[in-house]
């Protein structure tokens, strides 16, 4: 599913318009009838008024159409314009003369002293309709409107918004000065990044998009787009039968060293639930037997270390790529998990990222060790997916972590195009950057994630599909999203307090069984993925 800022969607409404020749009016009166019936669908048991509380501009005009239907269905409907009846212009004109044909009374809030009087009528009220502000908002909403804003957050009734809650950023999810929480937001056209991205998908509540008849044929060159359950079913590698493990690929882990066994022994279990047909685990010597008792279905490659580190060593290149061409059967590489920063680590990982031409996910101590060194992966001999958390994005980028996370999206695919690598910042709403300039965020995950190894499991997930043959861009999408998923899946059943990594594993087979069924019904706050045709 495209994701959109607020100047492409202007563009995409001007577009429809001036280029398609679709009326305005008809753009508007399809939002509003579609919010009409989405507001019936999402409260059917509605009690008492329903309060519209509008602006001037064309988000106004919207909630003067929801106001209409509900008027015509014989529920009682109250309307408020946060401003003068002359200021209202245009498509909103047209809508607002509407309701005064209907009888529909509409009061005007001019000053603090016509706010109590509203405010009064709307503490009574069974539902109110946000249509002040759009997605064209971009500075602290202050004066008469923030008042406004500050005393209905404070009323008992639930807020339906009209397109974005007033008072967040369409763009980056900012709460700009202050905010209405709502409990039901339907947006139009496409999503809003700022309506996926923290904070603002705090503030959105369930969220509806509605298709106001802007052609999607407009949209296929936008580089966003939001990871969606229909998709990533679609890229889930098939299991014919007659098929034997070696059709699944081989993947070479290349992790762990002392007090970190357990990040390697997570990983290679993680592909091995993703469907890699062989797994093999490259530790340094002296581990090996460790592993060898931790792993059972994961075979072991036990390789040379630096010293007495107990970590892998410079000269573990001539063995690795030995192994690798053996039989020419070896798929994909994962590296870093657990390996440690010693100085010929990081020797070897710069070399391994840059000269092995297997597809490789270099997670962790691997990031790490490129650190002022990750220029050589513009010219990898192979395809490569970096997996930083925002620490690690801070120190390969010679960032702070709060910087990393103040411009995340920005930063991600800036990074990507940089090193020419497929970038998975991670973090709530995970992104996903390509080196052509595509970006995809997540929508799957919840804080049970912020667990130590739930990394190393994600790595895992992404090796075992990139063994399997998907392009890392589809790797990377599908292993976090179903990273995400299988947290939800335990949350549900559990709740979020006490989920460790390897409960994302214990659950995985029931959790993909049921998604790629599609029978596994979303969780508390999912995003509504329900394209609604006007």
Same mark, same amino acid.
């Given at each position: 599913m495209k994701l959109v800022t607020a100047s492409t969607m202007r563009e995409l409404? =001007? =577009?429809?318009?001036?280029?398609l020749g679709i009326p305005s009016l008809v753009l508007m009166e399809n939002a509003g009838r579609t919010t009409y019936r989405i507001l019936r669908r999402e409260f059917p048991d509605l009690h008492g008024e329903v309060a519209v509380v509008a602006g001037r501009g064309n988000n106004g005009g919207d909630g003067f159409v929801v106001a209409r239907y509900l008027a015509n269905a014989g529920i009682p409907v109250a309307v408020f314009l946060l401003g003068s009846r002359d200021q209202v212009s245009g498509d909103a004109r047209v809508n607002l003369e509407i309701l005064? #044909?209907? &009888?529909?009374?509409v009061a005007e809030v001019l000053t603090d002293a016509d706010l109590n009087p509203m405010i009064h009528r709307l503490a009574k009220a069974g539902l109110i309709v946000d249509a002040l502000l759009g997605t064209g908002l971009n500075s602290p909403v202050t004066g008469l409107m923030a008042a406004v804003i500050?005393?209905?957050? #404070? %009323? =008992?009734?639930p807020v339906l918004a009209v397109d974005i809650p007033t008072g967040l950023s369409a763009d980056t999810g900012e709460v700009l000065g202050i905010a209405l929480k709502a409990r039901v937001t339907v947006t139009y056209g496409w999503p809003k990044l700022g309506q996926i991205l923290p904070p603002g998908r705090d503030y959105v509540g369930r969220l509806w998009q509605v298709d106001i008849s802007i052609p999607p044929i407009l949209t296929r060159d936008l580089p966003l787009e939001l990871a969606e359950a229909r998709e990533m079913q679609a890229?889930?590698?098939? =299991?014919? &039968?007659?098929?034997?493990?070696?059709?699944?690929?081989?993947?070479?882990? %290349?992790?762990?060293?002392?007090?970190?066994t357990g990040a390697a022994a997570m990983t290679c279990e993680a592909a091995l639930r993703a469907g890699a047909g062989l797994v093999t685990l490259g530790v340094p010597a002296s581990l090996n037997d460790i592993l060898e008792v931790k792993l059972t279905e994961a075979m072991t490659l036990p390789l040379p270390e630096a010293g007495a580190a107990r970590a892998l060593g410079a000269a573990a290149w001539a063995p690795i790529v030995e192994f690798i061409n053996e039989k020419n059967e070896k798929s994909a590489v994962v590296l870093g998990p657990g390996i440690g920063t010693h100085p010929e680590t990081r020797e070897l990982v710069a070399r391994l990222g840059r000269d092995l031409a297997c597809p490789m996910v270099i997670d962790a101590d691997g990031i790490n060790n490129l650190a002022g060194a990750a220029d050589g992966l513009k010219d990898a001999a192979g395809p490569r997916i970096l997996t930083p958390h925002p620490g690690e994005m801070a120190r390969l980028v010679g960032l702070t972590t709060p910087e990393v996370q103040a411009r995340r999206l920005d930063l991600a695919m800036d990074t990507a195009a940089k090193f020419g690598v497929t970038l998975v910042l991670k973090g709530a709403q995970t992104v996903v950057a390509a080196p052509d300039g595509r970006a995809s965020i997540n929508s799957t995950g919840n804080p049970a994630l912020a667990s130590g190894g739930t990394g190393d499991v994600l790595t895992g997930l992404m090796g075992g599909f990139l063994a399997q043959g998907l392009a890392p861009w589809d790797a990377a999408r599908l292993g976090v999203y179903l990273h995400g998923l299988a947290a939800d899946f335990f949350v549900s059943r559990h709740g979020q307090r006490g989920m460790i990594a390897g409960d994302l594993l214990a659950v995985w087979p029931q959790m993909l069984a049921e998604f790629s069924r599609g029978t596994m019904p979303p969780a508390e706050g999912d995003i509504c993925f329900t394209r609604v045709i006007s």
């Open positions: 409404d =001007r =577009r429809a318009i001036q280029d005064a #044909h209907l &009888g529909i009374a500050e005393r209905l957050n #404070h %009323l =008992r009734a890229l889930l590698p098939s =299991r014919p &039968g007659g098929s034997h493990k070696g059709n699944f690929g081989h993947l070479l882990v %290349l992790a762990g060293s002392a007090g970190k």
